[in-house]
């Protein structure tokens, strides 16, 4: 009942806007996660901020997968950082004119699943320490060592890719080979968006 209500009172609050957004906005408080957008930074491999703000918003199937996942990751004593979520295709365009390689970056014209809503770029904090978890390579480390099959790995990150993999798989997010960060969650039939968030 009380998520039909949080759901009502999104959809009544868009509404009145003029418009019914395709996404659900998650929140560090509502949600209990960290969010680290690294493009409303320069903090990012661009070297360029991007977005206004950092704000994370997601296809509403797949913001509700993420937050079972999140669930399940409490329980084992840790939180999620979010890197990137919901991207708009203008903003895909902009990473696309400064990379133009399809190693790294999505060409605009066939959409990332970020441009859908439908992806996420996370790691994980360690609720008791508030320690980011060493996964062995920086989040956006475009190399071998970022690799899912990468074998020079220390136990550690090794240990602590594993608890991310499988805990966010379990909640149907599928990893790609060569970001350990990246997952994306197929199935949700989320579209590629323009839609762009507003700044306070
Ligand atoms: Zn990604």
Request: charged letters at 25%; aromatic letters at 14%; one cysteine or more.
């Amino acid at each position: 009942m009380r998520i039909l209500f949080l759901f009502s009172a999104f959809f009544i609050q868009n509404l009145i806007l003029g418009q019914v957004l395709p996404f659900v906005e998650l929140t560090e408080d509502k949600n209990e996660l960290v969010l680290d957008i690294r493009y409303a930074t320069s903090d990012n491999f661009t070297g360029t901020r991007l977005y206004d703000c950092g704000r994370c918003f997601l296809h509403p199937t797949v913001a509700k997968a993420l937050q079972r996942a999140a669930e399940d990751f409490k329980k084992q004593g840790y939180k999620i950082i979010l890197f990137d979520c919901y991207r708009p295709i203008s903003i895909q365009q902009k990473l696309w004119a400064k990379v133009p390689d399809a190693r790294y970056v999505t060409p605009p014209a066939k959409g990332s699943m970020h441009n859908r809503g439908a992806a996420i770029d996370i790691s994980l904090q360690e609720i008791k320490s508030k320690k980011e978890l060493d996964m062995g390579t920086p989040y956006d480390f475009f190399g071998k060592e970022a690799y899912l099959d990468y074998q020079g790995l220390s136990a550690v990150a090794s240990k602590n890719r594993k608890i991310l993999h499988t805990t966010l798989m379990k909640y149907g997010f599928k990893p790609i080979r060569t970001e350990w960060w990246h997952f994306s969650f197929s199935g949700s039939g989320a579209t590629i968006s323009e839609w762009n968030w507003t700044c306070p």
